[in-house]
């Protein structure tokens, strides 16, 4: 059975120093304004764009339903900075289940919804980075599109 991703789990690696102008007002349109935010984004050339403009910045990979549920029970918040519950979820979603796999599939964006927020803020991972935070993930660093940053974020959660 083949697995279609749609959307790009995306996490801000770098901090605030010494991030010039233009990539600061990409990471705010993405919603990656501290060092260690995630956010879930659609797949598209535009998003894919942007996340190639702040690639010494920001990590990304393919997000799936399993690991968009994960953030949402633990890191999803709310306004006043409160875990989400099942009665934020939105009505046309049955479960936390449904709305995972509907923003791993694109069917609505973080952004998109109600009252939750459309950034998740993480630790940094137990047990530290295993590669490179300052390289590419082509040059055994962790930014740029890394294919090992879903068990990263598993530490980090």
């Given at each position: 059975m083949m697995v279609r991703f749609m959307a790009?789990?995306?996490?801000?690696?770098k901090g605030t120093v010494n991030i010039p102008q233009w990539a600061r007002t990409t990471?705010?349109?993405?919603?990656?304004?501290k060092r260690f935010r995630a956010t879930i984004v659609p797949e598209s050339k535009e998003y894919l764009g942007m996340l190639r403009t702040v690639k010494d910045v920001v990590a990304w990979t393919k997000a799936d339903a399993s690991i968009v549920k994960e953030l949402l029970e633990k890191r999803g918040r709310k306004a006043g900075y409160k875990?989400?519950?099942?009665?934020?979820?939105?009505?046309?979603?049955?479960?936390?289940?449904?709305?995972?796999?509907?923003i791993a599939e694109n069917k609505v964006a973080m952004s998109k919804l109600?009252?939750?927020k459309?950034?998740?803020?993480?630790?940094?991972?137990?047990?530290?980075?295993?590669?490179?935070?300052?390289?590419q993930y082509a040059q055994e660093g962790v930014l740029g599109e890394d294919n090992e940053l879903v068990e990263i974020v598993k530490r980090m959660l």
């Open positions: 790009y789990l995306v996490v801000r690696i990471l705010d349109g993405l919603n990656l304004d875990p989400i519950t099942t009665s934020d979820i939105p009505k046309e979603y049955k479960s936390l289940d449904d709305l995972a796999s509907a109600e009252g939750i459309p950034w998740f803020a993480l630790s940094p991972p137990r047990g530290g980075f295993k590669r490179k935070t300052k390289t």
